[in-house]
């Protein structure tokens, strides 16, 4: 149980393309879903949180027009790349809670989007 | 912000032998969790430890949690070939709204 779909996998575009990605829940219902950028090598940086129904929630330093994330309904997340540039090459993952668990809980992850941006 | 900070960044071991990674943290937490990334992959739960735990385990794997020095443990028994993935350690605190803060990870590699 507990899995989270991401598409696409990869990703290749030319400069200025806007792209989006999907996160669902398939088997469960997630009023939280959280985006994240991998550069290669490095640990997984937060970049926004994803509430059912409301804006998101996006940190420190984390552009929300460029980086424009819908979450509307309790199985579907998207994080759309508008104009995307070389610079946003990354590899970008999507984690779900479910609804109604409380704090000690994981965190489910899709499987990633390779994006590249020539 | 990089909350845990995972030791050893890169470990390589014989299959059969026991890998030891260190996470340590910042702030007070909630919880600890640990998750496998395979490479060009998303990451895989692997346990939880909460702040009132001091040691649990699952199959080949023991974690161990000291929240008097702020670190944590993950210990893989009689490795596997197959274990060869990076490990990241991450914390949830109080009032974050469930966010995992995770290290830098370590890199394991067990060669057959």
């Known amino acids: 149980g507990a899995v989270v779909s991401q598409h696409p996998s990869r990703v290749i575009c030319k400069s200025g393309t806007s792209v989006k990605i999907e996160c669902r829940s398939l088997?469960?219902?997630?009023?939280?879903m959280f985006w994240y950028r991998q550069f290669p090598k490095k640990s997984l940086m937060l970049m926004a949180t994803s509430n059912e129904g409301s804006k998101a929630t996006y940190e420190q330093g984390v552009e929300k027009d460029k980086f424009l994330i819908n979450h509307a309904s309790l199985t579907l997340s998207t994080l759309t790349v508008t104009s995307a540039h070389p610079e946003d090459s990354s590899f970008y993952i999507c984690?779900?809670?479910?609804?109604?668990?409380?704090?000690?809980?994981?965190?489910?992850f899709g499987d990633g989007t390779r994006l590249s941006i020539l | 912000s990089q909350q845990g900070e995972e030791d050893p960044q890169a470990l390589s071991i014989q299959e059969g032998e026991n890998a030891t990674m260190n996470c340590s943290y910042k702030t007070s937490i909630n919880n600890l969790q640990w998750y496998r990334q395979n490479s060009g992959r998303g990451l895989v739960h692997l346990i939880l430890?909460?702040?009132?735990?001091r040691e649990k385990h699952s199959g080949r794997l023991r974690v161990t949690l000291d929240t008097s020095k702020k670190s944590s443990s993950l210990l893989i028994t009689a490795s596997r070939a197959a274990d060869t993935a990076s490990y990241f350690c991450a914390t949830v605190s109080g009032g974050s709204n469930y966010k995992l803060t995770f290290g830098k990870g370590t890199l394991l590699t067990v060669n057959p």
């Open positions: 430890i909460r702040s009132n735990e």
């Open positions: 088997d469960f219902q997630a009023t939280t």
């Open positions: 984690s779900a809670r479910a609804r109604g668990v409380w704090d000690n809980q994981p965190q489910h």
